[in-house]
């Protein structure tokens, strides 16, 4: 048997170790922490569905993580699939119940926040968010998708998954638009080490903007999102329910997390939802 023709198991790829889940405990599971619980599994369809499925009675701070996924969701009901231990899979549980619900959409730009920056810090990679919930990565000089964000309400609180490429090679491409940690140059593609990171920035920002009562000004929240925005300062196209598109500027994003566009005809109009292309830079270089 040729090693091309081996069965697939979890030390086929050695330069993909499986996760340590002891050692992830050992690193997050503390008595003031966020997080209570972290199981991890070889393969599922979605860590978001089968969180979504337990949520009644489901204790806040749990967390699900997958080595691969088989029918991984983002928005718009695409899908994500990577090969085994190349990446991070993995979905969390939320109850902000003492945060009034109309500020919840807050939490997927919340977690874009809190990956990029932790990426930034362990893995040496200049991450950034396209809105509203995709982290991108520079390649050779070009925007590349290496990862994204998916909010859902379930039960009594919300879903939050995150899908990250981490060691993905050029040949694993799913896309020629994606990319990876690892062809950005990152310094350390260590899974452990990102997603204790991830994890840990999450808890930090969740408490802010809890204790700010969920206001994305008062907790620092708009503000650093916005810093870390791509999309904004360029022209870009929303695709919008309903078969709409609407082109302008994006020149901001308002307290209650919408994509504001500067539209031809001088008006201002806040996007809630909708699929956004980068067209190009603002004619300032911004």
């Known amino acids: 048997m040729t090693p091309s023709d081996a069965p697939h198991n979890r030390w086929s790829d050695l330069d993909r170790p499986p996760l340590n889940v002891a050692a992830l405990r050992r690193g997050l599971l503390r008595p003031d922490s966020l997080w209570n ?3 991890v599994v070889d393969t599922t369809g979605s860590t978001n569905s089968d969180l979504a499925a337990r949520a009644d009675g489901l204790a806040e701070g749990t967390v699900l993580v997958a080595e691969e996924q088989t029918a991984g969701r983002g928005r718009l009901d695409r899908t994500w699939t990577a090969p085994p231990r190349s990446g991070l899979f993995f979905s969390v ?4 119940g ?18 990029a920056t932790a990426l930034a810090q362990a893995a040496g990679v200049d991450t950034v968010l396209k809105w509203p919930n995709d982290l991108l990565v520079t390649i050779d ?11 859902e309400r379930a039960g009594e609180g919300v879903v939050i998954g995150i899908g990250l490429n981490v060691s993905l090679r050029a040949d694993e491409l799913p896309v020629p638009a994606a990319g ?7 310094v350390s593609t ?29 907790s620092g929240l708009q503000t650093a999102y916005a810093a870390g925005c791509a999309t904004l300062g360029r022209t870009v196209r929303a695709e919008l329910p ?45």
């Open 141 to 151: 000089g070009a925007e590349r998708k290496a990862g994204g964000i998916l909010a």
């Open 180 to 186: 990876s940690l690892a062809l950005a140059g990152a």
């Open 93 to 96: 549980y939320l109850t902000p």
């Open 242 to 286: 309903g078969d709409r598109s609407l082109v302008g500027e994006a020149v901001a994003v308002d307290g209650d997390g919408r994509l504001v566009l500067s539209t031809g005809d001088g008006l201002q109009e806040p996007v809630s939802a909708g699929d956004i292309v980068h067209l190009f830079s603002s004619p300032s270089g911004d």
């Open 190 to 218: 260590d899974r452990e080490t990102l997603l204790r990171a991830v994890l840990r920035g999450l808890e930090e920002w969740y408490g802010r903007w809890r204790a700010a009562d969920g206001d994305a000004a008062t």
């Open 98 to 115: 003492d945060v009034p619900v109309h500020r919840w959409g807050w939490l997927p730009l919340l977690a874009g926040v809190a990956t």
């Open 37 to 39: 619980s972290v199981d």
